[in-house]
T-cell receptor, first 114, second 110 residues
Framework: KAGVTQTPRYLIKTRGQQVTLSCSPISGHRSVSWYQQTPGQGLQFLFEYFSETQRNKGNFPGRFSGRQFSNSRSEMNVSTLELGDSALYLC?????????????FGSGTQLSVL | DAKTTQPTSMDCAEGRAANLPCNHSTISGNEYVYWYRQIHSQGPQYIIHGLKNNETNEMASLIITEDRKSSTLILPHATLRDTAVYYCIVRASGYSTLTFGKGTMLLVSP
């Protein structure tokens, strides 16, 4: 079974631009969540999608948005990029239905904002 | 989710057991203890989880105290590849999100 796939692996943008990151979950997983990791703040939850609906949202500004498609693939978008948005963006998927849900993470997209 | 406390860093000699402690004194009855690890520049990897009984899998063992206020992750024979940041997380069942703390940086040396 293929793991969680994130593309691209690396991305360089300039301030003010926007960026779209992609995540393909493990087959059969319908929940996809996104996390931001920076040296200063650590791993922080951005949002979670389940069946094309945002189910949970972290404490991030509206410049951060996401969506999920009918095949469970997800994208996240960051508009009007700021230097502080430089981070590793991680996507995780899990099978929703049991009590003990394990998250499976992709390798992440390393975003650098210049 | 309940808050967890972990040491910032630990060292372990290759081949020895690594015992990583975690305090979660405010854990609720329906909250599980999860352990993940993150090797540099990779996504976190699930290790093990438990509610109140001790658990063991091919990667590690999890020992939870009877009052559930603390736990220990045991890597029985640490290798250099086990060098990583280890996160202890408590989470209620049925939730799909994780709240990460700062974790413990485990350094396994030859």
């Amino acid at each position: 079974k293929a793991g969680v796939t994130q593309t691209p692996r690396y991305l360089i943008k300039t301030r003010g631009q926007q960026v779209t990151l992609s995540c393909s979950p493990i087959s059969g997983h319908r929940s996809v969540s996104w996390y931001q990791q920076t040296p200063g703040q650590g791993l922080q939850f951005l949002f979670e999608y389940f069946s094309e609906t945002q189910r949970n949202k972290g404490n991030f500004p509206g410049r951060f948005s996401g969506r999920q498609f009918s095949n469970s693939r997800s994208e996240m978008n960051v508009s009007t990029l700021e230097l502080g948005d430089s981070a590793l963006y991680l996507c995780a998927s899990n099978f929703v239905g049991g009590e003990n849900e394990k998250l499976f993470f992709g390798s992440g997209t390393q975003l650098s904002v210049l | 989710d309940a808050k967890t406390t972990q040491p910032t860093s630990m060292d372990c000699a290759e081949g020895r057991a690594a015992n990583l402690p975690c305090n979660h004194s405010t854990i609720s009855g329906n909250e599980y203890v999860y352990w993940y690890r993150q090797i540099h520049s990779q996504g976190p990897q699930y290790i093990i989880h438990g509610l109140k009984n001790n658990e063991t899998n091919e990667m590690a063992s999890l020992i939870i105290t009877e009052d559930r206020k603390s736990s220990t992750l045991i890597l029985p024979h640490a290798t250099l590849r086990d060098t990583a940041v280890y996160y202890c997380i408590v989470r209620a069942s049925g939730y799909s999100t994780l709240t990460f703390g700062k974790g413990t940086m485990l350094l396994v040396s030859p």
